[in-house]
């Protein structure tokens, strides 16, 4: 689920980088805020950080003693993206096992769905293995999966979640693109 948010954060600008127009500040608060964004990735409570939307308020600088730089108090909002449990989402399948496949769903790289949790699914073993139903409904490498999250877990080292998903529900499984 996106989330809109509004987070305080503290942006360190380098003196070479401040100049006297608010418009250059903001700016260059704005880059040093996606920095920022990019090296924390995400939070366990906010979930990915996608993209921030709009300056709110910059406070006043304070002038770091020893580097020259100076640190700026502002709040944002931003965009986030968080899996939930009974969430209903999308994912592109990115690796096959015996015993279940990888998925991938937005910025999340391990959300995986079980052999067990595809109800009518059959292991087919092969140069490109998939799973395939009597319907000869087929997930494999590449193919895009509706599914519903049953769990989630936050992995604090790498700063991202897991997720395990189900096919057992309503209108779930892989999604077939009309032939245009």
Same mark, same amino acid.
């Given at each position: 689920?996106?989330?809109?948010?509004?987070?305080?954060?503290?942006?360190?600008?380098?003196?070479?980088?401040?100049?006297?127009?608010?418009?250059?500040?903001?700016?260059?608060?704005?880059?040093?805020?996606?920095?920022?964004?990019?090296?924390?990735?995400?939070?366990?409570?906010?979930?990915?950080?996608? %993209? @921030? &939307?709009?300056?709110?308020?910059? !406070? *006043?600088?304070?002038?770091?003693?020893?580097?020259?730089?100076?640190?700026?108090? +502002?709040?944002?909002? %931003? @965009? &986030?993206?968080?899996?939930?449990? !009974? *969430?209903?989402?999308?994912?592109?399948?990115?690796?096959?096992?015996?015993?279940? +496949?990888?998925?991938?769903?937005?910025?999340?790289?391990?959300?995986?769905?079980?052999?067990?949790?595809?109800?009518?699914?059959?292991?087919?073993?092969?140069?490109?293995?998939?799973?395939?139903?009597?319907?000869?409904?087929?997930?494999?490498?590449?193919?895009?999966?509706?599914?519903?999250?049953?769990?989630?877990?936050?992995?604090?080292?790498?700063?991202?979640?897991?997720?395990?998903?189900?096919?057992?529900?309503?209108?779930?499984?892989?999604?077939?693109?009309?032939?245009?």
């Amino acid at each position: 689920m996106f989330l809109k948010v509004q987070l305080p954060w503290n942006v360190i600008i380098s003196a070479e980088n401040l100049q006297p127009e608010s418009l250059m500040l903001q700016r260059a608060i704005v880059i040093r805020l996606l920095g920022d964004f990019a090296v924390k990735k995400a939070t366990k409570d906010l979930g990915y950080y996608l %993209a @921030v &939307t709009t300056l709110e308020k910059v !406070g *006043e600088g304070k002038v770091r003693l020893h580097t020259g730089d100076v640190l700026f108090p +502002v709040v944002f909002n %931003a @965009v &986030t993206f968080k899996i939930f449990k !009974g *969430e209903i989402l999308e994912g592109v399948v990115h690796k096959v096992l015996k015993h279940g +496949v990888f998925m991938r769903c937005g910025p999340i790289e391990n959300v995986y769905l079980s052999n067990m949790k595809m109800p009518d699914y059959r292991y087919v073993h092969g140069e490109n293995p998939c799973f395939m139903n009597e319907k000869m409904s087929k997930i494999g490498k590449d193919v895009v999966v509706r599914f519903m999250v049953i769990g989630t877990k936050w992995m604090e080292a790498e700063r991202e979640f897991q997720a395990l998903v189900s096919l057992e529900g309503d209108y779930l499984g892989p999604i077939v693109s009309p032939n245009i």
